[in-house]
């Protein structure tokens, strides 16, 4: 769903203007979750995540999608937006 989202939001794309930095990769959601940094705390891992792929494009939409599909969260009740 990462991949997907980082093409609809031209993240990754080969389409890059003359001049224009290079983006660095793209960092899975499950990578972040694994990463020492978090201490274990997905929630922490989420936000770092949140943080890292909208500053690569992602909408709020796409990054929303791809958290709630990623963890089981119905215990922290219904999304109201």
């Known amino acids: 769903m990462v991949a997907e989202a980082a093409t609809v939001a031209g993240v990754g794309s080969d389409e890059v203007g003359e001049g224009a930095p ?9 990578d972040i979750h694994r990463d020492a940094r978090s201490g274990g705390d997905l929630h922490r891992a989420d936000l770092a ?13 796409e990054i929303r999608d791809v ?14 937006p």
């Open 22 to 30: 290079e983006l660095p990769p793209l960092r899975s959601l499950a």
């Open 49 to 61: 995540w949140a943080c890292h792929v909208a500053a690569m494009g992602l909408s709020a939409s």
């Open 67 to 80: 958290i709630t599909e990623a963890r089981n969260l119905p215990k922290k009740g219904a999304y109201r």
